[in-house]
């Protein structure tokens, strides 16, 4: 298999992950802790995925000819745009910030998941699965 299918591969089972452990979460901190916490880690899990796809693009056009100068910017206020949603949706409602920092998480245990996922199937060759 070529490293360019195989990655497209992993970020594939990144993503599925990430929306998994996400939804699982927010179902779980709503039955546990109630409404404001599954919304506060629903909001910072969604917040991951959309870094995450950012980030995948950012790769992705990374010495291309698509590459502008517009993406350099759009990449440092990424960070921006994400803090004020975040700070003007939690500046206004009940929803709870530690439980929003919390799903912010989520890509970061998706790929360390990845990473286990390649170690344990890398022995025996098997990473196609």
Same mark, same amino acid.
């Given at each position: ?10 970020? #594939?089972?990144? %993503?599925?992950?990430? !929306? @998994? =452990? &996400?939804? *699982?979460?927010?179902?779980?901190? /709503?039955? +546990?802790? #109630?409404?404001? %916490?599954?919304?506060? !880690? @629903? =909001? &910072?899990? *969604?917040?991951?995925?959309?870094? /995450?796809? +950012? ?32 700070y003007a949706i ?40």
């Amino acid at each position: 298999m070529n490293d360019e299918r195989h990655l497209a591969r992993a970020a #594939g089972r990144i %993503w599925k992950m990430t !929306f @998994a =452990l &996400g939804g *699982a979460g927010a179902i779980v901190l /709503f039955v +546990w802790r #109630g409404w404001t %916490w599954g919304a506060g !880690f @629903a =909001l &910072g899990a *969604a917040i991951s995925m959309l870094n /995450f796809r +950012w980030l995948k693009q950012v790769a992705t056009t990374l010495g291309s000819e698509r590459a502008k100068p517009r993406m350099a910017v759009l990449l440092g206020l990424r960070y921006l745009i994400l803090g004020g949603l975040a700070y003007a949706i939690l500046s206004f409602s009940k929803i709870s910030l530690s439980a929003m920092f919390l799903g912010v998480f989520v890509a970061v245990a998706a790929v360390i998941l990845e990473i286990l996922f390649e170690l344990v199937y890398a022995r025996n060759g098997t990473v196609d699965h």
